[in-house]
């Protein structure tokens, strides 16, 4: 019982750790997108690119993802995935451009896209089915640790390279393998350095062998498409869609949007922001740990997103006071909506959750899709309207919270 309990809490720790990582990684693009159109000299929707490359690749792995699973360990993906990410970020690094910066994202994208198909059904396996909402907010709290950091490492890594002044003797070598034009590429050693520790990890941490039940067998290509004929699992896809388009539209714009309409550095007062959005972001998964044990997840779900529209409206239309108060704010309130979907839809479809998983996981696309379209609108009618349309991502959240009607609903204590 205890070496049973003993080798759930490994699982869980090194899953905890991936999902540190896959956060510094995830948030990238939306970091150095300012930094990127600046000294690249790109519009804004060839800066949108940026985001999408990443999230597009989604759409392109996690059903692939979930076939493989089927031959192959979570342990053995995980490994996979983190070494070619190690391996594309150190051949940008060599070879700083955009063209290269695109194809790093994208195949990092496809690799992370990887490991959240492997830890969604490992989870939910281990952690137990009533308790999945719970870890997937925890994971989201450790997910925005992971962001809170990657913005802090970023403006400490370009101040240090920018200045005359000593400095500590990494940034020294970092300074001295930065072009001096391109200096927030830095953060990318950063990256590269998480990737390789991750792997070393998965390498001497030995997963016990785990035994899928008949509802998390993958199986093939029939299995899919039974699945796609569930109108059900359409709902739900089209919720990880749109919130995934609602959540990077914020992050990957907000600081572009502060510069153009409130004059606010990006690289100072811009980056702190996108912290303090990612730091809301985690408290609110320590808020969710313990709102998920006293209501109902889609009642908890509907009340977010009503919240977050009305913080959107004053981030994009109120003053510039209101604006740094209000959208790192929608962070607390994001906390919850990707695990309570996922979580909402597992429960509601109860076979074939690998391949439900790889399915689900696939709409992260709307990430991209958001970042590209957000781009492209803003280079004709400005960028506070094109933010507009991440509205529409967060009444669909507000549909599946009325909508979704579990078999499986979340343990609560009262």
């Known amino acids: ?28 693009s939306g970091i150095v ?5 600046e000294s690249m000299s790109l519009s ?30 979570a342990r053995s993906m995980m490994m996979t995935a983190f070494a070619f990410t190690a391996l594309v970020t150190l051949i940008f690094l060599l070879f700083p451009s955009y063209g290269v910066l695109l194809f790093t994202l994208f195949i990092s994208g496809a690799m992370m896209a990887a490991v959240q198909v492997v830890i969604n059904p490992l989870v939910r396996n281990v952690g137990g089915e009533e308790y999945f909402s719970f870890y997937l907010i925890f994971g989201q709290l450790v997910y925005g640790g992971g962001s809170i ?24 070598l970092i300074k001295k393998m930065t072009p001096p034009d391109l200096t927030w590429i830095s953060i990318y050693w950063v990256c590269l350095l998480s990737c390789i520790v991750v792997f070393i990890l998965l390498m001497t941490i030995k997963f016990p ?16 498409l039974l699945l796609l004929k569930d109108y059900k699992v359409w709902v739900f896809f089209f919720g990880i869609f749109f919130y995934a388009g609602v959540e990077q539209g914020v992050s990957n714009w907000m600081t572009k949007f502060l510069e153009l309409y409130h004059g606010i550095n990006p690289e100072n007062e811009g980056a702190m922001v996108f912290s303090r959005f990612w ?19 889609k009642k908890l779900l509907g009340s977010f ?48 959750h690998g391949a439900l998983s790889g399915i689900l996981c696939t709409g992260i696309c709307g990430a991209a899709v958001m970042a590209l379209l957000i781009g492209f609108v803003a280079d ?30 979340n343990r609560k204590i009262f």
């Open 1 to 28: 019982m205890i070496m049973t309990l003993f080798r759930k809490i490994i699982i869980l720790l090194t899953v905890a750790v991936s999902v540190f990582s896959m956060s510094i990684l995830t948030n990238l």
């Open 33 to 37: 997108l300012p930094f990127a159109k």
């Open 44 to 73: 804004l929707s060839q800066a949108g690119v940026l985001p999408f490359a990443f999230f597009i690749a989604y759409a392109f792995m996690s059903i692939p993802a979930g076939c493989i699973h089927e031959k192959r360990s």
């Open 149 to 172: 950091v990657s913005p802090l490492l970023f403006t400490s890594l370009v101040t240090g390279i920018s200045s005359n002044r000593d400095t500590s003797t990494i940034i020294n």
């Open 209 to 224: 062998k785990m035994q899928k039940s008949s509802e998390d067998i993958i199986g093939g290509l029939n299995t899919f």
């Open 279 to 297: 730091l809301f972001l985690s408290i609110g998964g320590g808020l969710g740990i313990i709102l998920i044990f006293l209501m109902d997840v």
């Open 305 to 352: 997103a009503v919240i977050s529209m009305v913080l959107l409206a004053l981030s994009l239309f109120g003053n510039r006071d209101i604006a740094l108060f209000s959208f790192p704010l929608c962070g607390l309130f994001f906390a919850i909506m990707y695990p309570s979907i996922l979580s909402l839809g597992m429960n509601t479809v109860l076979e074939h």
């Open 380 to 409: 004709m009618i400005g960028l506070r309207l094109a933010m507009c349309m991440i509205f529409a991502g967060l009444l669909y959240v507000l549909f599946i919270s009325f909508w979704a009607k579990p078999i499986i609903k």
